[in-house]
């Protein structure tokens, strides 16, 4: 494993490795490190772009969609030339474009329970920027039964909300269950083609998951886990809601199993 930048490097990150906390030690970290980003759309081209450009080593973009028309008005990583072409090689092509340090992996295909495991083990942390119900439960079980960190953003309308799940942590980190109890069948997130979003939206809270997942990653600041955080757009409000374990969720009964086989 590399442990030092390369000249080029160095000119190239500067800037942010100035920022207090961040550093060399912070930028090699970050090079070292493996994001897989679910979702090339509104949440995940922001998500996609930034840690690309920031240096994030290797980053995975999973989604099994095509670019089409009514997306572009919020999914900026994507342009009109792009129509028709899989969301992950147009989102893929601009990340090499950005920063050709970065290894780009294509996962062109949705993630269900099916493939999740195998997908997710590839890799240290996991943005989620899906929209449907279904898919973030199974991400969020995965990365729990994973031990890896799971930044979660959701928008919607003129409202969105960002968290990190790292359950695995203990009792003072909340699962994706804690927040959202399960109930089958049940989509509690209609998707943005029956209600619509408006674009920044999408800007700032992909923008809060990138920052997320890179304070994740090189350790810096305080973690979103055991917080929620909800931005709306019409006040021009943000509000921090704090979440905490359920006790009846099965997070907190994998914690005492785990508690028990640590103790036996
Ligand atoms: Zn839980």
Redesign the pocket.
């Known amino acids: 494993m590399e442990t030092k930048l390369t000249q080029e490097e160095n000119r190239h990150y500067v800037r942010q490795m100035i920022v207090p906390g961040w550093g060399e030690a912070g930028q090699l970290r970050l090079k070292q490190s493996r994001i897989l980003v679910i979702g090339a759309g509104g949440l995940g081209a922001p998500v996609l772009l930034y840690l690309a450009a920031a240096g994030v080593g290797a980053i995975g973009i999973a989604d099994g969609d095509y670019v089409e028309g009514s997306n572009l008005h919020r999914q900026v990583i994507h342009g009109i030339e792009d129509l028709d072409r899989p969301k992950v090689a147009s989102a893929a092509e601009k990340l090499r474009r950005s920063n050709p340090h970065v290894l780009v992996t294509e996962h062109t295909f949705p993630v269900h329970a099916g493939n999740a495991d195998s997908l997710i083990a590839q890799y240290d942390l996991v943005v989620d920027c899906t929209d449907n119900f279904t898919t973030r439960e199974t991400i969020a079980l995965t990365c729990r039964k994973a031990k890896i960190p799971l930044v979660s953003g959701a928008a919607q309308i003129t409202d969105g909300t960002i968290t990190t799940f790292t ?1 695995y942590k203990g009792a003072a980190h ?6 959202y109890p399960r109930s089958p069948g049940s989509d509690l997130t209609p998707g943005c083609s029956q209600i619509g979003v408006a674009g920044p939206v999408l800007a700032v809270i992909g923008g809060l998951q990138a920052m997320e997942a890179v304070k994740e990653i090189i350790g810096m600041g305080d973690s979103l886990s055991g917080r929620v955080l909800v931005y709306d757009a019409l006040s021009a409000r943000t509000e921090e809601i704090a979440l905490e ?2 006790g009846a ?4 009964s994998a914690c005492e199993e785990e508690r028990r086989a640590v103790n036996s």
């Open positions: 359950p909340p699962c994706f269950n804690c927040l374990r359920r969720c099965p997070c907190a």
